[in-house]
T-cell receptor, first 119, second 115 residues
């Protein structure tokens, strides 16, 4: 079975602070994908990043960066110089990719982290 | 990646009635799924919509309550049957792209309120 744990339920920061959202996962699949999504108050899910299990290279996109460490089963997300517009719920998710596996194709979501950025 | 049109975007329904949510993808996809997000909660997979056959339901979800159809590779419906206030949630359709593109796309969601 797959499991995703986001340790922080809520985080509150002041604008321009850096903030890291933690994500730890469990899976029996040898091949899998990790995702981060943003959910603003409107409710839609905004895709942020997908990372393959065989690619541990960290990634930076503007103010966003992701640290994937397979050894600790973690996929943490950092927002640098946070802005009020970053306020949202952030979900980490895992998709199994072993062909024929029971988790194949299904996304398992973490509980979500509510990020509030104050002016 | 694929683009999903989901409708209705929101609805307020009377208890005991049923609502059908439609999901249209603009290209053929390998898999389609339906998720539920209860207020303040994370997303939970309801079922995998199988093209031309019965959907595969996750534990805790049954066909009588959430009948699903997928008549072709680009369209699926989810019906929430005999609704109660506990069914008030956001329902999201999602699609997994072709093998060449592992992209995962979500519809904009249906915000359902049962009164």
């Amino acid at each position: 079975a797959q499991k995703v744990t986001q340790a922080q339920t809520e985080i509150s920061v002041v604008e321009k602070e850096d903030v890291t959202l933690d994500c730890v996962y469990e899976t029996r699949d040898t091949t899998y994908y990790l995702f981060w999504y943003k959910q603003p108050p409107s409710g839609e899910l905004v895709f942020l990043i997908r990372r393959n299990s065989f690619d541990e290279q960290n990634e930076i996109s503007g103010r966003y960066s992701w640290n994937f460490q397979k050894s600790t089963s973690s996929f943490n997300f950092t927002i640098t110089a946070s802005q009020v517009v970053d306020s949202a719920v952030y979900f980490c998710a895992l998709r199994g990719a072993n062909a024929g596996g029971t988790s194949y194709g299904k996304l398992t979501f973490g509980q979500g982290t509510i990020l509030t950025v104050h002016p | 990646s694929a683009v999903i049109s989901q409708k209705p975007s929101r609805d307020i329904c009377q208890r005991g009635t049923s609502l059908t949510i439609q999901c249209q993808v603009d290209s053929q996809v390998t898999m389609m799924f339906w998720y539920r997000q209860q207020p303040g909660q994370s997303l939970t997979l309801i079922a995998t919509a199988n093209q031309g056959s019965e959907a595969t339901y996750e534990s805790g979800f049954v066909i009588d309550k959430f009948p699903i159809s997928r008549p072709n590779l680009t369209f699926s419906t989810l019906t929430v049957s005999n609704m109660s206030p506990e069914d008030s949630s956001i329902y999201l359709c999602s699609a997994l792209g072709t093998i060449a593109n592992y992209g995962y796309t979500f519809g904009s969601g249906t915000r359902l309120t049962v009164v």
